[in-house]
């Protein structure tokens, strides 16, 4: 089975922070022909091939096709031919950091967003995980200080924003092709505070699929992520608190 996976990042920091960002190039798609009920992603013109398969391979072929192969410069790469250029794309993008706003003795809630857009011509579609790069997810480096990532009534089960005597961060999300988080398509049901329609949970270190399809998007389709810090009947220790949160698009 080949598949393709490309991962961006984002950082999602707390009180007083200045963030950084990464940048992943788009992929553009385009096919020969297309009607009503079909559409032809890309012809050859050779003396032959075809399909073979057995119990257990299968093997595509072309013969007298010419020019083919693999070609690279310090910019580009360039796979000639029918057989070579097979296979899905996928582009993921990558969208400016988060900045929550700081937590005080009178604001003991605070919401943030990020977007990310989602482009593949699979015809299977994809799948859009997120994963913290550290456990609790949001730090300070400086003290070792962090928040509890949010702490579900039912490990594991998504639910209603609530925090008790404790300062927590988690996330939530929504979008086209998200499911299982809720029906807001906000983040925030007033300023900075946590949305009650969406359904919150604590990031992992490993996948926790956020979004995914059964089709291709070559058009694109935004998943955003919401992310919510609260201080409830005791207060974070000041400090500059930070969280790497990995996206990762993957073709189904």
Known sequence: MKFFRITAYTTIAALLFGGYYSLFTGTGFAY???STNYRLQSDSINIGG??????????????????????????????????????SMISINSPADIVLD????????????????????NAAGYSLSVKASASPALTDSGSG?????YTETTPGVKETWSVSNA????????????SGYGTDTDCAAGFN???????WEGFE??????????????????STLCVAT???????????????ITATAVTQ
């Open 193 to 199: 505070v946590p949305s009650a329609t969406l359904l």
């Open 50 to 87: 075809g399909l073979s398969t057995s119990t257990n391979y299968k093997m595509e072929d072309t013969l007298g096709e010419a020019a083919t192969g693999t070609s690279t410069s310090a910019s580009y790469k360039i796979k000639a031919g029918y057989q070579q250029m097979q296979g």
């Open 102 to 121: 700081a937590l005080t003795i009178t604001q003991d809630t605070a919401v943030g967003s990020t977007t990310w857009n989602v482009i593949t011509d």
């Open 32 to 34: 020969v022909a297309s």
């Open 145 to 149: 200080k962090s928040f509890t990532d």
């Open 205 to 222: 270190t490993s996948d926790i699929e956020m979004a995914s399809s059964s089709s291709a998007t070559t058009s694109g389709t935004d």
């Open 167 to 178: 300062y927590e961060f988690g996330f939530s999300a929504f979008g086209a092709d998200v």
């Open 230 to 244: 609260e201080q409830e009947t005791v207060f974070a220790p000041s400090g500059t608190y930070t969280a790497t």
